[in-house]
């Protein structure tokens, strides 16, 4: 808010009107009214909940139309200027509003809190840029949206992501308690103004979000703002806030309890199912594991169609120019064949394998298949995994004449026969091998 209402007086006909359209603005932007979040909410099953579930209650934010833009704000807006119009006709008596106030920045704190810890956890255990798979370093620089590129370059130094999230988490554990909600908004307010901003400058999907959790940020900390421009920029003798709240209701003397039974589901069970899903099952990747010891890059050495032979060329459309074998099961195929980019920006916990787009989002240069495989038969089944290219399969029989060659034949979606022949690339990885050495020690690759 703008005008901050002098506590302990009687507020200014300017500062009543301002805080009742925030305080409607805001009430509508965190309280759940419309059917997406009760869908969500009796979809959990309790006895076996999973941080995915609690991650999706902790994004909230209210939709109207579509999700995540700027019209549902204009309609938030819309509807607080027709309630405060409203109030302000009805009620005429009333010189302050300092219990609501109290008790709208103790709704915000809270909502805050689990916005930024819900990602804060996906980030200490860093789930949400893993490192690079194989394909992604053997795709072209140029290949790579902005905001495939941002992520990736997040993923390879999973230490700084893990701090990122530490700063969350902090930031959003300072907001449970009212006397530390200031120094939480000094850290939230440029850690999370630097995601929004990171969104609008790589082209990603969580400006909107990201934003909605600053404006949170910004009004909890005009309630201390003028004071500390008084005490810190002035160095002016400066009083703290004179409104104590009173709890005499019944239900009031059991907000510990509840307190206590909030943080423990929303920071305690939801940070130790995030740790279980890191150890377990990344969300970001497939999880059914490829064929046993193929996982590599693959020079393809002789392709052919139809038995016509096709020389290695970068400019070929249907020549391939290498494979990749994922260890899980991801074959990706390089070759000069335009890709149709998929694009996800925002985050998603997909439970499906074939839902995690993670891999193929914001790329082109190489194709992506799932696949299955017979082993009586040595036949693998492929599927482009790229939704605008989800038509495109092949059918290929495999055998590996020893342990870095692959000989594939079969037949595509076309009915044009297949045939590769595939030798493994002894290739090191500087991300792969510092991890293992450490990155102060000296690497040859």
């Known amino acids: 808010m703008s005008n901050q209402p002098n506590v302990g007086s009687t507020w200014s006909n300017l500062e009543k009107n301002t805080f009742r359209f925030f305080s409607i603005f805001f009430f509508i932007q965190v309280l759940p009214f419309d059917s997406r979040f009760f869908q969500q909410l009796v979809s959990v099953d ?3 909940i999973s941080y995915r579930d609690i991650f999706y209650l902790s994004r909230y934010s209210p ?12 309609i938030v807006g819309v509807l607080a200027g027709i309630g405060a119009i409203i109030w302000t006709k009805v009620d005429t008596t009333s010189t302050d ?3 609501l106030y109290y ?5 915000l704190r809270y909502r805050l809190a689990i916005g930024l810890i819900a990602y804060g956890f996906i980030k200490l255990f860093p789930l949400q840029a893993p490192l690079p798979s194989i394909s992604n370093l053997n795709t072209n620089y140029g290949d790579f949206t902005a905001w495939k590129l941002f992520s990736l370059g997040l993923g390879v130094v999973p230490n700084y992501q893990s701090f990122l999230g530490l700063v969350e988490i902090v930031g959003g554990l300072l907001l449970f308690n009212r006397k530390t909600t200031t120094i939480a908004t000094l850290i939230i307010i440029p850690f999370t103004g630097n995601v929004f901003v990171s969104n609008i400058a790589y082209e990603g999907g969580e400006y909107i979000y990201s934003f909605y959790l600053v404006s949170i940020a910004l009004f909890l900390f005009a309630y201390d703002a003028r004071r ?3 005490l810190v920029s002035l160095e002016l003798p400066t009083a703290p806030h004179s409104f ?8 009031q003397k059991a907000r510990l309890t509840i307190k206590t039974t909030f943080i423990f589901f929303f920071v305690i069970l939801y940070g130790y199912k995030t740790y279980a899903g890191y150890k377990e099952s990344p969300y970001q990747f497939p999880k059914k594991a490829g064929l046993p010891q193929a996982e590599g890059i693959y020079n393809v050495s002789v392709f052919s169609v139809n038995d016509s032979i096709l020389p290695y060329s ?3 459309s249907t020549r391939w120019q290498d494979v990749v074998f994922e260890k899980w099961n991801t074959i990706s195929i390089r070759s000069n064949r335009p890709v149709k980019i998929a694009h996800t920006k925002t985050e998603e916990i997909f439970q499906n394998d074939s839902d995690r787009s993670y891999e193929y989002a914001g790329s082109q240069g190489r194709h992506y298949y799932s696949y299955e495989w017979d082993t009586s038969n040595n036949v693998l089944h492929l599927k482009n995994r790229n939704p605008n290219h989800s038509n495109e399969s092949l059918t290929l029989h495999f055998t590996q004449p020893n342990d870095s060659t692959f000989v594939l034949k079969g037949i595509n979606e076309k009915r044009d026969s297949v045939y590769a022949v595939l030798n493994k690339i002894n290739k090191k990885y500087l991300t792969f091998e510092a991890q293992k050495t450490g990155r102060r020690r000296g690497l040859k690759l």
């Open 46 to 48: 309790l006895f076996s």
């Open 63 to 74: 939709s109207f139309v579509g999700h995540d833009n700027l019209i549902n704000w204009i």
């Open 97 to 99: 509003y300092n219990k």
């Open 103 to 107: 008790w709208l920045r103790v709704l």
């Open 228 to 230: 500390l421009f008084s």
């Open 244 to 251: 104590q709240p009173v709890f005499s209701e019944q239900w």
């Open 314 to 316: 970068k400019t070929d």
